[in-house]
């Protein structure tokens, strides 16, 4: 395993980011583990979380410039803090968020900040892919823009689950959205990363009799 990736896991259990222990995902489904962005509240922790992002954006989009969409509300923080991120590092791009409800006075609108023009290209930057409802959800507000673009989609953890087939909710997104869904670690990450402390054996354990029925299967 790379190291930044596993110093992303660390950061993730440290900051209270990653539970383990038996909670209800936005598919419904009972999972052994839990990715809360909302966990993340300080000033540092929110830096750092963007500099992991722009990792992986960087090793995945190269130098390309996009506009970067952070979905209300756990998007929005990771959206700029990305953007910070990759100007620090000489990649200036814009962001823009959605409001949970449309504005109706003022500006007006359900988009707030940047306004993507036909032709731009818009990153997708959200905490975690599970069945992909909630990256559905998005393109269904994005195609608000005319001739705007998704070129690709960042999440924390790709947990590596079926999706509405036997495939990953990833690969379903792909096919079905025509762009790449990429992940800073994946499942098998943090499975790796666990299985290197005794103490998380239960953890382990529970997370891999859990993909053997939800796993997706490629």
Same mark, same amino acid.
């Given at each position: 395993?790379?190291?930044?990736?596993?110093?992303?896991?660390?950061?993730?259990?440290?900051?209270?980011?990653?539970?383990?222990?038996?909670?209800?995902?936005?598919?419904?489904?009972?999972?052994?583990?839990?990715?809360?962005?909302?966990?993340?509240?300080? @000033?540092?922790?929110?830096?750092?979380?963007?500099?992991?992002?722009?990792?992986?954006?960087?090793?995945?989009? @190269?130098?390309?410039?996009?506009?970067?969409?952070?979905?209300?509300?756990?998007?929005?923080?990771?959206?700029?803090?990305?953007?910070?991120?990759?100007?620090?590092?000489?990649? *200036? $791009?814009?962001?823009?968020?959605?409001?949970?409800?449309? &504005? *109706?006075?003022?500006?007006?609108?359900?988009?707030?900040?940047?306004? !993507?023009?036909?032709?731009? %290209?818009?990153?997708?930057?959200?905490?975690?892919?599970?069945?992909?409802?909630?990256?559905?959800?998005?393109?269904?507000?994005?195609?608000?823009?005319?001739?705007?673009? $998704?070129?690709?989609?960042?999440?924390?953890?790709?947990?590596?689950?079926?999706?509405?087939?036997? &495939?990953?909710?990833?690969?379903?997104?792909?096919?079905?959205?025509?762009? !790449? $869904?990429?992940?800073?670690?994946?499942?098998?990450?943090?499975?790796?990363?666990?299985?290197?402390?005794?103490?998380?054996?239960?953890?382990?354990?529970?997370?891999?009799?859990?993909? &053997?029925?939800?796993?997706? &299967? %490629?």
């Amino acid at each position: 395993m790379e190291s930044y990736k596993r110093e992303f896991i660390q950061f993730l259990e440290m900051a209270g980011v990653l539970k383990f222990g038996d909670f209800t995902a936005k598919s419904g489904r009972k999972i052994p583990y839990f990715i809360n962005a909302g966990e993340i509240k300080t @000033g540092d922790q929110i830096r750092k979380l963007g500099e992991f992002y722009a990792k992986a954006y960087f090793e995945k989009m @190269g130098s390309k410039k996009a506009v970067l969409y952070g979905p209300a509300y756990k998007g929005i923080p990771i959206a700029v803090s990305v953007a910070v991120a990759l100007s620090e590092n000489g990649l *200036d $791009v814009p962001f823009f968020f959605n409001r949970k409800e449309e &504005k *109706d006075h003022g500006e007006g609108g359900v988009f707030v900040g940047y306004k !993507p023009a036909a032709g731009e %290209e818009v990153v997708i930057v959200e905490d975690v892919i599970t069945a992909g409802t909630a990256i559905r959800e998005s393109m269904a507000i994005l195609s608000k823009l005319d001739g705007v673009k $998704v070129a690709a989609a960042f999440v924390m953890v790709d947990r590596c689950e079926k999706g509405q087939t036997e &495939k990953s909710a990833m690969a379903e997104v792909g096919e079905e959205f025509g762009f !790449p $869904v990429y992940a800073v670690v994946n499942v098998y990450d943090i499975i790796a990363y666990l299985e290197g402390d005794a103490k998380k054996r239960e953890n382990v354990q529970r997370i891999k009799d859990y993909l &053997k029925i939800n796993g997706a &299967k %490629e």
